[in-house]
């Protein structure tokens, strides 16, 4: 089956790439799930459906899972080859105050959290003012885990499942995790 679609795929794909131009930015159907592979297309065709057609939620400039939050679209920068990080159920990227910047290779599992502005604790009416969340290259962010405002993970970073991160750890390559997260692990790298 996947061979087929391959192959219908190599044959339309210009044409297949020009309607779906209509939905989203060009710069973002390209990459590795678009390019040499087909997985972004079948993404598309959902987010499309969903989103586009059906209205269950908003439309968006990329193909993102019905279950997954942007709150201002132009607050979020990330490499085309990240995509992927929009189909895990569940994420909630709150940027209406603050920018967010994903590092080129980086991983976000199902029910992240990244929010750049909490509620003001003398009136939940309001919000703090934004600070921005940066997370380097090739970073994992485990399931379940929340990245508070103004937080920056240096390169390499790895956040344990359920972690509340709260402060920065801008050295990178380490584990991270708890309550609030802490360094559970420094990783060592491969020397050449």
């Not at 089956?1 to 930015?25: V, Y």
């Not at 993102?64 to 990330?78: H, K, P």
């Not at 994903?102 to 959290?113: R, S």
Request: hydrophobic share 45%; net charge positive.
């Amino acid at each position: 089956m996947k061979k087929i679609l391959k192959k219908i795929l190599g044959i339309f794909k210009p044409l297949i790439r020009l309607l779906f131009s209509f939905f989203f930015n060009k710069k973002y159907l390209t990459g590795r799930f678009f390019d040499p592979g087909f997985e972004g297309y079948l993404w598309a065709l959902r987010a499309i459906w969903t989103r586009n057609i059906l209205r269950l939620a908003a439309p968006m400039p990329w193909p993102m899972a019905l279950t997954c939050y942007v709150s201002n679209t132009n607050n979020i920068f990330f490499h085309p080859d990240n995509v992927d990080n929009f189909q895990s159920p569940g994420c909630y990227f709150q940027n209406f105050k603050g920018r967010i910047y994903l590092g080129h290779g980086t991983y976000i599992a199902p029910n992240v959290g990244l929010i750049t502005a909490n509620h003001k604790f003398d009136n939940l009416d309001e919000h703090e003012e934004g600070r921005d969340i940066v997370i380097g290259e090739k970073c994992w962010i485990g399931m379940n885990s929340v990245i508070l405002p103004g937080v920056i993970l240096g390169e390499g970073t790895i956040v344990a499942a359920g972690a509340v991160v709260s402060k920065s750890f801008p050295e990178g390559h380490v584990v991270i995790g708890g309550i609030p997260a802490k360094v559970l692990k420094v990783i060592k790298l491969k020397s050449d």
